[in-house]
Structures are given as C-alpha cells and as structure tokens.
C-alpha cells in the first residue's frame, strides 16, 4: 500500500469523519439506499482507488458479496467504517432489531439437530440438557427403527414428489435413492425444506409462476474451510488471531471462536491443536449480485479440492513460517466446507434488488413469500423461504410450514 492509502485507511477506520454533514436523516437515507458500500466510499468520503481495492473483500466473509455491489445502508447497518455512528432514520422508524449477544455451540448448529433427534428418539443418546450435547455418543442404529414414532434416514435423496392420482387433498408418492436403489414410500403430508430452486425439478405439481419466484432464491458461493494445525505456537509468536488478505486466495484467516461448553473445553496452550477457519468466496466484481453469486458458483464447480489444499499450504506457510510453522509437519487435516454455508437470498426479477434484509424489503411482492405457498398436501419450510439463512429463520418456517397443516 501506498502512503496515501495507508492514510485514507486510518482516516476511514478512525470513524470520526461525517461524510453527509448539513443533511437530514431523511436525505442521509436516500444517499445510503441509491449507492452501494464503495460508490459512497468513492464518492463522499474521497476514497482513491487503491484504498477502494483494499476495501472491496471486507464483506464476503458474512454477505458473499464485495464493496461494489453491498448496498451503503447494509454497510451502515453493519457498523463498517464511513458512518461515523450517523443517523439515517432507520431506529426511528422501527426498522432495525438488534439481537442482544449471541449463543455459539462449539460445533456450530450441529447441536441444535442432536438436540432435536435426542429429543424425537429416545434412548439414542444419554442426557437431557444442553451442556453434555457436544461430546454425547449417538447410537446411529436407532435413528431408522421399525415401530419408532420419528424415523430417520440418512443418506437417502428425494428425486421424486407428486400426488398420489394428481389429487392434491390425496396421500403422495415420495421415491428417494439410497446406496443406488431407488424406493417409494406413501406420505400423508410432506415438508419441504431444501433449496427452493431444486423443488420444481422433483415435483412437476409447482406451478408456474411459484416456480419462478422458487428461481429467485440465488445461493451465494461463501466457502468456509477448516484447517486443523498441531499447535499454534506460531501465531502466538506472530502475535496474530486474525488476518484480513484482500490480495490472497483466502481473504481472512482466524482462529475459530473459543467456545467451552459442559465437558468441553477449548484448547488454553499454544501447544494444544486448534482450528484455523479460512475464507473463500469467489465472485465477479462489476456485475449485479445476483450474477455474481452465479459466475461465483460456476467457477467453484471448477475448483478442485486440489485447489484449495495448494493454497491453504502455500497461504499458511508464507503468512505463519516466520512464526515457525510448517506446513508440512503441522496441518492435521483439511475441510473445503463448498456449498453449505451459501445463503440463498430473493433477488426481485425487475430491478435486481437483492432481499439482503428481508424487514427493508421495499418491493410489493416478496418472492419468498410467493415460493413458500403450500401445494396440495405439501408445505414449504427452509430458510429460503424466508430469505433469511439464520438458524432462527429455519425454525419459524418450520413452525409456519407444520402449523399449515394443522391450523
């Protein structure tokens, strides 16, 4: 970086600089709504373009998207730096919710679905509340048993849903794959909960048009990737917990969030083993960002494990060998965690809008809404249907999608 940039980047994170100064909060509010994150760095704050380079990855860790296409407000929204704690309306209207803290298990959401099963199957693991989840062993045998109320079956993809005659207050038809063996099984009712653009692919009952607000839901190409390392001594002696890489395959490296729970704990010594969670997201700076979610997509589909693992060792070897790590000795295991964390967000088929934060919605129809419409005996759950990938999100549809049946 230039000295200049350098300066810029010290004048932006200091934060102290009102870059709307003389305007309402209504005209504030028109600003941060008609610009993205980078046209209004570049264009009220007096950000040169090296500066704006450095600044365009700094929110594809949490939104899959770069400066250039995050609207201003969800920047301000986020508390990223060029707002200087301004007021732009949005408290007084009652549009913003802030959640108070947060709660984090050491195996992320994980727990939540070992909660649910304990709880569904009895006897499959011991305990009854949340402190010795993480390190309680399951009894995978009990998941699918004959004459159990809730049966699981793990491994089996549905390829087919339709109603049984085409009468869509009947029973259905539900044939799934497993081990290569196609089978059929009769369902009363069905929720579906997976990706809302796959539906129409295995249930020719969609109709049309709620097959193209289904479309709507684009996955954004955000890749975690864990990497176990022996120790981390060397980031003790670097003196680092966290990098920010805007010029690197992996834009942002930390230590993953210390988290002790019942009988687990995490790792005190440096000399204990940790994880190191890496960031990936690939996308096409200049285009809308519903086609950058796409073009990003396209391009992971190209992307080897190969790929990934090269990187991780050379981007590791080169940020942390001054501190002593080697690659080599100490990389325990690596997991290119691809699709799973691509939050698939409504995008409005006439402007592009992207339903980032579906509350600041502006547009009449919501296609969310549209898409999760039930069909005959069959509810639509799932966090796209509620264009929101939050774990909270995911239970209220469940809610709304069971309690349809029922209501």
Request: proline share 5%; net charge negative.
């Amino acid at each position: 970086l230039s000295t200049g940039a350098k300066s810029e980047l010290e004048r932006l994170f200091a934060d102290e600089e009102d870059y709307l100064a003389g305007m309402t909060s209504t005209e504030r509010r028109a600003v941060v709504e008609s610009h993205t994150w980078r046209d209004y760095l570049e264009k009220f704050a007096g950000m040169s373009e090296e500066t704006l380079t450095f600044i365009q990855k700094w929110p594809h860790g949490v939104w899959a998207i770069g400066a250039d296409a995050l609207p201003a407000w969800m920047a301000w929204l986020e508390s990223y730096p060029g707002f200087a704690g301004m007021d732009i309306g949005y408290d007084d209207e009652g549009d913003i919710e802030e959640d108070e803290g947060n709660f984090h298990f050491p195996d992320g959401n994980a727990s939540v679905a070992r909660l649910l099963v304990r709880k569904l199957i009895p006897g499959i693991a011991p305990g009854t509340s949340m402190e010795e989840i993480v390190n309680t062993h399951f009894d995978y045998s009990r998941l699918d048993q004959p004459g159990s109320s809730t049966r699981v079956r793990l491994s089996s993809t549905v390829v087919e849903l339709k109603h049984q005659n085409g009468d869509l207050k009947g029973n259905l038809d539900v044939t799934y794959v497993r081990d290569n063996e196609g089978k059929t099984v009769t369902a009363e009712k069905v929720v579906w909960a997976g990706y809302h653009s796959m539906l129409p692919y295995v249930c020719d009952e969609v109709p049309v048009s709620q097959s193209a607000a289904m479309a709507s839901a684009v996955r954004a190409p955000l890749v975690y990737t864990n990497v176990a390392i022996r120790n981390w001594r060397s980031l003790v002696n670097l003196g680092l917990r966290r990098a920010y890489c805007p010029g690197s395959f992996f834009h942002t490296l930390l230590m993953s969030y210390p988290v002790s729970f019942g009988d687990y704990k995490f790792p005190k010594s440096p000399d204990e083993p940790v994880v190191l969670h890496l960031q990936h997201i690939p996308l096409a700076p200049g285009m809308s960002a519903a086609n950058q979610f796409r073009e990003g997509k396209r391009q992971l589909l190209n992307t080897s494990f190969e790929t990934f693992e090269r990187n991780v060792r050379d981007q590791l070897g080169r940020m942390l060998g001054p501190g002593g790590f080697d690659p080599a000795r100490d990389i325990a295991g690596i997991t290119v965690n691809r699709w799973p964390h691509g939050y698939a967000y409504s995008v409005d088929q006439a402007s592009g809008d992207v339903a980032w934060w579906p509350e600041m919605w502006r547009h009449e129809r919501k296609p969310w809404v549209d898409a999760r419409q039930r069909i005959g005996n069959i509810a639509i759950a799932g966090t796209d249907a509620a264009s929101n990938a939050m774990t909270e999100s995911a239970i209220e549809e469940a809610h709304r999608a069971v309690h349809s049946f029922i209501s």
